[in-house]
């Protein structure tokens, strides 16, 4: 045996200076995306303890200036933010819950070639992916149904989404083999039984997918109850940061001089201490739960 048999036996390969120069390029490429991707988050987490003042004037670039966790505190004083969180962990956990007893039974009904009028369903529901009914309409519908101003404003409107539907779809069509329906109605099990007893603990991928990204979306969304909560009681995390910031700024206005000048550098501190407390709990999470997100990727670029 050859030295060239032997280290490719070992998974010693020998590369081509054209091999090489790929894996430079490809390697300087995904070196200059994850600085573009990490700086702004290292940035404003290294603001958040800085001196305004330095931050201003660009001289915050790597490591913070004039150490401080005046914002923090000063953030942490509003008795709201509490509220927030509590309303936002409600929003998420509960919105998930109903975005997944909706969508995944949904996806599963559609992957079924036995289903009746599923041709003319799978059209109706992509009609609304290219355009919906706008704001006005929806704000009445939701003032018709009494759901103004309540939790329900907020998560049953958002519990079904169709992208879901096709992403669970595509899992289902090509991850569950009809031979497992066959055997289950040998077995004498129905339609129900089949879907609760053999389906879903196959499915626990696109579960695991479909909760993440629901959590996520419902832990950042603003929009919808900007427009329809009005009692302080029941506005999520986003909301109420958003009102912190809004008196942290127009207290810094209303005031003349130096004191106005450290209205401005604690708006400041404020504005990069809400950005990491809104976000702390989703950026903890992310790397526990990646692979999951990736293949959720992978599940929706299949074909079903």
């Known amino acids: 045996m050859n030295t060239a048999e032997t280290n490719t036996r070992k998974g010693n390969i020998r590369k081509s200076k ?43 670039v790597l490591w913070p200036k004039g150490v401080s ?22 929003y998420a956990l509960f919105g998930t819950l109903c975005m997944l007893a909706v969508n995944i039974p949904a996806g599963y009904a559609l992957s079924r070639a036995d289903m009746y009028g599923r041709k003319f369903l799978k059209v109706l529901y992509i009609i609304p992916m ?7 309409p929806t704000y009445l519908t939701i003032r018709s149904y009494g759901m103004l101003d309540t939790v329900w404003a907020l998560i049953l409107p958002s519990s079904i989404s169709i992208y879901y ?34 389906v879903l ?20 969304s603003y929009f919808s109850a900007m427009i329809y909560i009005r009692n302080p009681d029941l506005k999520p995390l986003q909301l109420v940061m958003r009102s912190i910031l809004i008196q942290s700024q ?3 206005t209303m005031l003349t001089g130096t004191a106005a000048a450290e209205a401005m550098k ?39």
Do not use: H
Not at 26 to 39: A, R
């Open 69 to 90: 966790l005046a914002g923090y505190q000063q953030l942490l004083q509003f008795k709201n933010i509490w509220i927030g969180y509590r309303n936002t962990i409600f």
């Open 250 to 252: 127009t207290a810094s």
């Open 18 to 60: 054209s091999d090489k120069i790929y894996d430079i390029i490809v390697y300087t490429i995904i070196t200059i995306l994850l600085i573009l991707v990490l700086y702004p988050m290292y940035f404003v987490l290294i603001a958040s303890f800085s001196d305004p003042t330095a931050v201003s004037a660009g001289k915050v």
């Open 266 to 304: 604690m708006s400041e501190l404020i504005k990069y201490a809400s950005i990491i407390v809104s976000s702390l709990p989703v950026m903890c999470l992310y790397p526990f739960v990646q692979k999951y997100f990736n293949k959720g990727v992978m599940i929706g670029s299949l074909k079903g």
């Open 201 to 220: 603990p196959l499915s626990k991928a696109i579960i695991a997918v479909v909760a993440l990204w629901s959590a996520v979306g419902f832990w950042n």
């Open 165 to 198: 539907i096709i992403v669970a779809r595509s899992f289902f069509t090509t991850s569950i083999p009809n031979e497992l329906w066959e055997a289950a109605q040998i077995d004498g099990v129905g339609n129900i039984g089949y879907f609760f007893r053999i």
């Open 130 to 136: 290219f355009f919906g009914g706008g704001l006005i």
